[in-house]
T-cell receptor, first 119, second 112 residues
Framework: DSGVTQTPKHLITATGQRVTLRCSPR?????VYWYQQSLDQGLQFLIQ???????AKGNILERFSAQQFPDLHSELNLSSLELGDSALYFCASSAGAGQGISSYNSPLHFGNGTRLTVT | EDKVVQSPLSLVVHEGDTVTLNCSYEVTNFRSLLWYKQEKKAPTFLFMLTSSGIEKKSGRLSSILDKKELFSILNITATQTGDSAVYLCAAVVAGNNRKLIWGLGTSLAVNP
């Protein structure tokens, strides 16, 4: 058990809808990362938050947004869903944000993911 | 453009075989390399390699980094069916913020 909790495990919804995925990081971790994984694309980095602030953006669509709350849990909002958004969405956490030796030496720990199916 | 390439893409072996998975990288400001094992759910952390030539070991798994030739290998000896998974590697890149460049993974199937 990585200590990272994601809910829900599975989500099935129709095109055009909006969903919210939730992530609780490991105790003590300040950074949260969101990844999308589809069969043919591998792990695609979406966005990172550190202690409530956005730190880095990857291939995140404008229809997607995220935030990290004061208690450090994070939510990923996906709107105007399309069939191509069907994927596994992972949240990962780490102790640091990427600055300083200790940050680079802290690996990411992943949650079990949310499987999103858009029909 | 930063990239990480894993090979082979897919591998099928018999229990007891030894396998070597490769991860080569071309990135700027390389800091370290991570290996993960992904079964049906979350990638689970295996190794972090920062220094060249120093082998990290965990049971039947071991890994080493070559920063001159820009690659890492993951060895699994005496494979078991429970080793069947996708093995992912990622290069950690330094900058204003840590960035991970992921490979597409090697799918390993160990047959009894």
């Amino acid at each position: 058990d990585s200590g990272v909790t994601q809910t829900p495990k599975h989500l099935i919804t129709a095109t055009g809808q909006r969903v919210t995925l939730r992530c609780s990081p490991r105790s003590g971790d300040l950074s949260v990362y969101w990844y999308q994984q589809s069969l043919d694309q591998g792990l695609q980095f979406l966005i990172q938050y550190y202690n409530g602030e956005e730190r880095a953006k990857g291939n995140i669509l404008e229809r997607f947004s995220a935030q990290q709350f004061p208690d450090l849990h994070s939510e990923l909002n996906l709107s105007s869903l399309e069939l191509g958004d069907s994927a596994l969405y992972f949240c990962a956490s780490s102790a640091g944000a990427g600055q300083g030796i200790s940050s680079y030496n802290s690996p990411l720990h992943f949650g079990n993911g949310t499987r999103l199916t858009v029909t | 453009e930063d990239k990480v390439v894993q090979s082979p893409l897919s591998l099928v072996v018999h229990e007891g075989d030894t396998v070597t998975l490769n991860c080569s990288y071309e990135v700027t400001n390389f800091r370290s390399l991570l290996w993960y094992k992904q079964e049906k759910k979350a990638p689970t952390f295996l190794f972090m390699l920062t220094s060249s030539g120093i082998e990290k070991k965990s049971g039947r798994l071991s890994s080493i980094l070559d920063k001159k030739e820009l690659f890492s290998i993951l060895n699994i000896t005496a494979t078991q069916t429970g080793d069947s998974a996708v093995y992912l590697c990622a290069a950690v890149v330094a900058g204003n913020n840590r960035k991970l460049i992921w490979g597409l993974g090697t799918s390993l199937a160990v047959n009894p």
